[in-house]
């Protein structure tokens, strides 16, 4: 089992930068690739940003590819998804997701554990 717990969420203006935070306990870190996924109102699921075990693969959904940064720390346990140029279509609610398969995956459907989300909403 591995427990996740997202931070970082809030309100701010279009143009604004978040750093969301993820921190892992339960299981070695190092075991698990993770991803970011975010849900807004009235939508399903969707793929953000997700990074490997080692941290030297990342991909990006198209939406934030150059926007946003995926990155982790292994002596925190913590996986980091900074956000800037950040636009009112970005609002959502934001999970982080485990994966215990080898390599990295753009499929909600492939990551193992959850957290409980932490909500980002931008204003105009």
């Known amino acids: 089992q591995v427990q996740l717990v997202e931070s970082g969420g809030g309100l701010v203006q279009a143009g604004a930068s978040l750093r969301l935070s993820c921190a892992a306990s339960?299981?070695?870190?190092?075991?698990?690739?993770m991803g970011w996924f975010r849900q807004a109102p009235g939508k399903e699921r969707e793929f953000v940003a997700t990074?490997?075990?080692?941290?030297?693969?990342?991909g990006y959904a198209d939406s934030v590819k150059g926007r946003f940064t995926i990155s982790r720390d292994g002596a925190e346990n913590t996986v980091y998804l900074q956000m800037n140029s950040l636009q009112p279509e970005d609002t959502a609610v934001y999970y982080c997701?485990?994966?215990?398969?080898?390599?990295?995956?753009?499929?909600?459907?492939?990551?193992?554990?959850w957290g409980q989300g932490t909500q980002v909403t931008v204003s105009s």
């Open positions: 339960g299981r070695t870190f190092s075991q698990f690739a």
């Open positions: 990074i490997s075990r080692s941290g030297r693969a990342t």
């Open positions: 997701a485990a994966r215990t398969s080898f390599g990295t995956s753009w499929s909600k459907t492939d990551y193992d554990y």
